[in-house]
């Protein structure tokens, strides 16, 4: 991606003059100004300048901690979708697959929603370090939605004894396409930049994940329970909230306000809409 490094050291100096970090952070998010754009691409400039201030999370220990938990649901009664036939690969894939695109439990708990904080600057250290691993087994992504922290490595897995083609469908950071063979070696990447975008194989169409790379800790998805759970959470500055985003891809995207306590669980019920 191509950054204007004046436009954003510009930025950089007006962040370390405004002060707190979260109340210069807010600032910065009120300046958007609307106006010609110039250089028209898929992501406007202005875009492509918050995105790299949001990389500006500062993480370190945190002494007050609290947490949110809840349970995500589907409002009324959405057409969960059928089986999908298996026309290829059948003797590991079998003949048909369940569609992973909306799974719901018997009280409609939604399973694979995401839930993260869009607006938190300032928390627990966000792990670089780690290996999150995204396997193809039995002719499915396992997890179907896997969060990587920005600069983490994400290591694509076959167990299957057959090929799968892996392929991102990412804006922001480079996309990947690659053959893997059975027994092939692990593709190993970093994702420098957050974004959420989807993943499929293209010889089995069914098999379709969603890859969260994350530039905060604080993202979760929902159980086979429709529970999340945020931990080491520190309440937002000034008494504030937070900005809670819940997404499923078949389900609304929500956004709620939540305010944390030190030492506390905050209990929240969300509810997605078709
Ligand atoms: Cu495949």
Do not use: E, F, W
């Given at each position: 991606m191509k950054i204007r490094w004046w436009l954003v050291g510009l930025c950089g100096v007006g962040f370390l003059m405004s002060g707190a970090v979260g109340s210069s952070f807010g600032l910065l998010r009120l300046q958007y100004q609307g106006g010609p754009v110039a250089e028209k691409g898929s992501v406007p400039e202005t875009f492509r300048v918050v995105e790299a201030l949001r990389l500006q999370y500062q993480g370190g220990p945190v002494f007050e901690k609290g947490s949110v938990s809840g349970v995500v649901k589907a409002a009324g009664q959405p057409p969960v979708p059928k089986p999908i036939e298996v026309n290829k690969d059948q003797d590991e894939c079998g003949k048909s697959q369940p569609a992973e695109s909306l799974i719901l439990g018997a009280g409609n708990e939604v399973k694979n929603a995401l839930i993260r904080?869009?607006?938190?600057?300032?928390?627990?250290?966000?792990?670089?370090?780690t290996k999150v691993v995204l396997d193809q087994a039995k002719c499915r992504f396992v997890p179907q939605v896997v969060i990587v922290p920005v600069g983490a490595t994400l290591e694509i897995k076959n167990s299957d004894p057959i090929t799968h083609n892996f392929r991102t469908f990412s804006i922001e950071n480079d996309p990947i396409n690659r053959a893997q063979p059975k027994n092939g070696p692990v593709i190993s990447t970093k994702f420098t930049l957050p974004e959420m975008f989807k993943a499929q194989c293209d010889i089995h169409k069914w098999m379709s994940a969603w890859i969260v790379v994350a530039d905060n800790p604080y993202s979760a998805v929902t159980d086979d329970k429709g529970q999340f759970m945020l931990a080491d959470v520190p309440p937002a500055p000034g008494a504030g909230f937070y900005q809670m985003e819940i997404w499923h891809e078949m389900l609304s995207k929500v956004t709620k306000e939540v305010t944390v306590k030190a030492n506390a669980d905050t209990g929240m019920s969300v509810e997605l809409k078709k």
């Open positions: 904080l869009t607006n938190i600057v300032k928390g627990k250290r966000l792990d670089t370090a």
